[in-house]
């Protein structure tokens, strides 16, 4: 049995009578295949504006092994070998980083369980994520945690792993996680009732629970600010211990903290017992944790004022 699936298809020069010949010739590579991993090859269509070719999956081992290399050549191209030949593969190192960091959709929950390498002519082959649900692939995205539409950015504190389902229902909108699972639970319900799940009562919540990102937020994305609530998505690593995956904006709040500064303060908080800082845990390692961290918050800005001050007298000395 081939340890990779076939998928046809077209790429913007084939002329559309061609299809129904490339059709035949589908089902017949289809008919001499069985089922790979419970996956339908049948739900693989061809259609003419669809220019990606999947080459073969590739071990997500791996892939996982290479994540520093990916991370350390992200301008250059790495050699990905199959089974038929050696390809020169491009990576995004932003999207590395954050697959590496999580595999795991952070609203669903879905894990990212297998890599495919694929081209998406003209470009270079690239190895995309993919999770099973329902016996059917789902990709996996780096989602912005600010929309840019709403002024977010694409720096690293403001990506997130998200798989392509629930992308698609959280769409350009500032909506924190807890009520993006919201919206999933009832596009999920409303597929099993009328098999469309983004009707119009769905689109009239998404936008109820909405909300707008004001410019201050925006302004402070990289700095410190004395008051922020935050919900923080946490999971447990290979070892069984609970660790912090990311952070969005919850209800008004009007800052934004450095990732490393803000997992650092959890073990602080862990280890110390800082009183300030209130935290409180879901039932489960995929529910949220809630952070109010003042004194902290101030410590930061104390020690940039230090800074501030021997970048004053390296000044006046020279």
Do not use: W
């Not at 017949?28 to 504006?49: R, T, V, Y």
């Not at 059917?136 to 950015?153: A, N, Q």
């Not at 993006?180 to 098999?195: G, P, Q």
């Amino acid at each position: 049995m081939q340890e990779f699936f076939v998928k046809i298809s077209l790429s913007g020069h084939f002329k559309a009578e061609c299809l129904d010949d490339l059709n035949e010739v589908k089902k017949s590579i289809i008919n001499k295949l069985e089922l790979i991993d419970g996956i339908d090859l049948n739900s693989f269509e061809i259609d003419a504006k669809d220019k990606k070719l999947v080459i073969c999956e590739y071990p997500i081992e791996k892939v996982s092994e290479k994540f520093d290399t990916f991370h350390k050549n992200a301008s250059k191209s790495i050699p990905i070998e199959t089974k038929e030949k050696i390809y020169s593969v491009r990576l995004k190192a932003q999207k590395y980083r954050v697959f590496k960091e999580n595999l795991q959709c952070v609203v669903c929950g879905l894990k990212a369980s297998k890599v495919f390498l694929e081209i998406h002519p003209p470009d270079s082959p690239t190895l995309s994520f993919y999770g099973v649900h329902n016996k059917e692939l789902v990709l996996f995205t780096k989602d912005h945690i600010h929309p840019k539409s709403h002024g977010g950015k694409d720096i690293f504190s403001n990506y997130q792993t998200m798989c392509s389902t629930c992308n698609s229902i959280k769409s350009n909108f500032n909506i924190n996680l807890l009520d993006i699972k919201k919206l999933r639970n009832k596009f999920e319900e409303n597929l099993k009732n009328s098999k469309v799940g983004m009707n119009q009562e769905f689109c009239e919540l998404r936008e109820k629970l909405a909300k707008p990102l004001n410019s201050q937020e925006v302004k402070n994305e990289n700095n410190f600010d004395v008051k922020v609530i935050c919900d923080l998505h946490v999971f447990k690593n290979e070892k069984g211990q609970l660790e912090a995956d990311y952070f969005s904006f919850v209800k008004d709040s009007v800052g934004c903290i450095k990732r490393n500064t803000f997992l650092k303060s959890l073990v602080a908080f862990k280890e110390s017992n800082v009183q300030k800082i209130m935290c409180q845990l879901g039932k489960n390692e995929n529910d949220f944790v809630i952070i109010k961290r003042e004194n902290v918050l101030l410590r930061g800005k104390k020690i940039r004022k230090k800074n501030r001050k021997r970048k004053i007298s390296r000044r006046t000395k020279k």
